[in-house]
């Protein structure tokens, strides 16, 4: 490989959802030429941030941590705020909440970091709590990602500013204003969850879902996401995968016809069981973690399904 080869990799793959393993592991070794080529300069940095980047999305902390600290010590404000979540949340074995709150200060200028310093005043973690500062965080996160075309975190900084919204208005009177802020939430959300989707971003489409349908929003036409509520009692759903042609996704010799799936849940006197194509999850949460579709994972494929309706439930 050549630095030319790396570059070319590096553009091609790193702003992909999922790609094969062997993609990963050219795209892993383009940014190891390229961190090895750049050194510890700020251009070295930012490929150190993006295999940081992709190894904590994967789990592999002890990896992530190695060089998202070499981006940060190089200046790479970027880096700041996927560090502060390793020692947040104590995912490379120790939770250091000072650590954290360093970084995301230090990575202030990012949204994402207001987040975090939103969350550290509410709960009180290294600092004191704090309402009135946590709800100045979201507040500003709010005015900072309102017009930008970036749906990383603008889904969950809508929903956050929805929400204190609505926990401080009193009359009513702004019900369809903050309807209408969660399904900005919604769509910035699912866009973001098309390329990856972490634990916490399922949870945040979860309490933007909820939301939506506390405030009795339209429920004529529904998505896959509403089966966070629809499914949140015995119920049974249809939907539609449409016809797919492989030149579509770039493989023109598959082809995919139109099928039609049910998804039920199921009281087993403890919790909601989900039954879909033939396979059983232990609760909503499970099925969106790990139910495909033709090896797709749901949020993948999310504005393809269509057709949502409920239906007299089968026996399993």
Not at 109 to 121: I, N
């Amino acid at each position: 490989m050549n630095l030319h080869e790396a570059l070319d990799i590096s553009k091609e793959y790193q702003n992909q959802g999922a790609i094969s393993p062997d993609d990963e592991f050219l795209l892993i070794e383009a940014w190891d030429y390229l961190i090895n080529h750049y050194g510890d300069t700020f251009e070295g940095s930012v490929y150190m941030f993006n295999l940081g980047d992709h190894y904590l999305r994967h789990g592999e902390y002890q990896l992530a941590l190695k060089y998202l600290e070499r981006s940060v010590s190089c200046d790479n404000e970027f880096a700041g705020y996927p560090l502060g979540i390793i020692w947040y949340y104590g995912l490379a074995g120790k939770t250091d909440y000072e650590k954290a709150y360093n970084l995301f200060t230090e990575s202030e200028s990012l949204p994402q970091s207001k987040l975090m310093l939103a969350e550290m005043h509410k709960e009180g973690h290294f600092v004191k709590k704090d309402i009135s500062r946590y709800r100045q965080y979201i507040f500003d996160a709010f005015e900072q990602v309102w017009d930008s075309p970036v749906p990383n975190c603008k889904g969950e900084v809508f929903y956050k500013y929805a929400e204190i919204v609505m926990e401080e208005e009193k009359d009513g009177n702004r019900r369809e204003e903050i309807a209408v802020l969660l399904i900005k939430a919604e769509n910035s959300q699912q866009e973001q969850m098309q390329r990856y989707a972490s634990e916490h971003d399922f949870e945040i489409m979860k309490k933007i879902k909820m939301l939506l349908h506390r405030l009795g929003s339209d429920l004529k036409i529904l998505n896959i996401f509403d089966l966070y509520w629809a499914l949140s009692r015995p119920a049974c759903i249809q939907f539609t995968f449409p016809e797919m042609d492989g030149a579509e996704f770039g493989d023109p010799d598959v082809y995919i016809p139109a099928e039609t799936y049910i998804i039920s849940s199921h009281d087993n006197g403890n919790s909601l069981e989900i039954f879909f194509d033939e396979n059983w999850y232990k609760d909503i949460d499970h099925f969106f973690r790990e139910a495909t579709i033709d090896g797709m994972k749901m949020q993948e494929i999310s504005y393809l399904l269509t057709d949502f309706k409920f239906i007299k439930p089968t026996n399993q």
